[in-house]
């Protein structure tokens, strides 16, 4: 079993310190981290410690693998913001190649009960691009929002 | 230059107008301008007010793009050479200002005697220092910070702002100042307005000035703390161009802004901001400043005809050569170096207002 393997099994292990030790460890590891990709999403939802190594293990991860789409769809709605914050943020980076997952993400640009990630869905719609109609619908409606941000991102990945 | 008509002399006269505006506006008790309650201070700063300074969603300063064209072309990177070592400190009359992301400064990074021995050794080195990600729920964070930075007998001080950020996870920025060496103006501390919500983590602002024996002729400066969002890297700093300009024209007595932090943008992505008439920047020219030496993330930004107190030094502090650190050890500590530049305590006569 490789670091990398390790990590991974022990963001969830029982005891909150190894989690943020593995989360931080990822973090250090800077984009070699990228197979961790879902597993920090979820580490997202955990005690602060772990929480915030994860957080910034996920900003400097890059784009995740093409293969993760269909286990970050099914974060996009999480209860824990934050989680959903990332998977939609993951999902953008991807670009077209997360084409599949427009309908997730205008789901929850219309029905989040977060801002971050119903804005979050917007800016991802826009590096993907919207073409079905019902995503179509969420991001006219959301570019109307009394948020300028979210009506910001909306606006943009309708344009 | 006359004193009258120096860059100085206008100061003077100004400060002591905008200290009687100031002190009818608080007398008063007036809200919105000025909110003197919130809990930004530092253990040895009795009184903080805010200064709020807004910048309006895409053109603040009704700027159109032919009256950005119509300015100075953009020189390019600052063309000095970076300086060989930071502790080849220049004489008293200069100061060392730096930013410094500590990648989540938080409990879990307080509890590394190792990585914390680094870190008070590398803000030891300089006068003032913007530092990006305190991260914690916490509010000790900065307090134990200074607690061992002054151990040795130094008489370090802070200032932080508050939790930013859109998702759950926020971050703080601060500044460390060496009290022997550099007073903040405790007046001009704040945090970006930022009502078209542009900015991930609108920038911390606070105003400084060397201590020195004629406080009227001391340089004053601007600080903007800034830290981007990785995935909004062009639209952030095409605000933070916005924000510059806002900072510039900010106090009628203040034309020296310099923007600094982490930017996570080497020089040939800074966008809008380098059409800013005059703006330079400190690191380039394939210098890096993340401690993976990949990335040049990490900058200070300010304009050459206002601020002509920069001498031309400056440098990324390599802490993994410096301490001889592996580079794990170095990663424990951050994944960003610090970046400094040097400036005269003086304010320069010929500066353009």
Known sequence: MDDQQRWRLELQDSDADVRATAAENLCLAGSD???AAVDLVMACD???DVQNWAAAALEDLGVPAVDSVNSLEPLVSSSAPLVGYWAATLLGRLGASASCSQEILGKAVSESPHLSVQERAAWALGKIGAT???VVESLKKAAASSSPRLASLATRALA | MSNRNSKYGRKRRSFKMFWLIIAVLTGGGVSGL???DWPIVGPLVTSVKTQAIEYKNQNPLGLGSSDVSGGQANPGAYAGTPAQSVSALGPNDKILIATFN????GESKLRKPDAMAVI??????FDVIAIQEVRAKADDILPRLIAELNADGSRYDFIIGPRLGRSVSKEQYAFVYDTNRIELDSASVGTIGDPGDLLHRAPFIARFRPRTTDPDRAFTFWLVDTHTDPDDVPEEVDALAQVFQVMQTARPDEDDVILLGDLNASEKQ???IKKIPGIRWVVGGGVMTNTRQNKAYDNIIFCTPA???FTGRWNVLNFEEEFNLSREEALRVSDHFPVWAEFDVWESPDSVH
Not at chain 2, 120 to 125: A, D, G
């Open chain 2, 307 to 309: 601020t002509q107190e």
């Open chain 2, 34 to 36: 000025l909110n003197p």
């Open chain 2, 102 to 105: 500590i990648q989540v400064f």
């Open chain 2, 270 to 272: 800074l966008g809008d």
């Open chain 1, 132 to 134: 079905e109609v019902s």
């Open chain 2, 120 to 125: 008070v050794e590398v803000i030891r080195k």
């Open chain 1, 33 to 35: 981290s990228v197979a």
């Open chain 1, 46 to 48: 955990d005690v602060e």
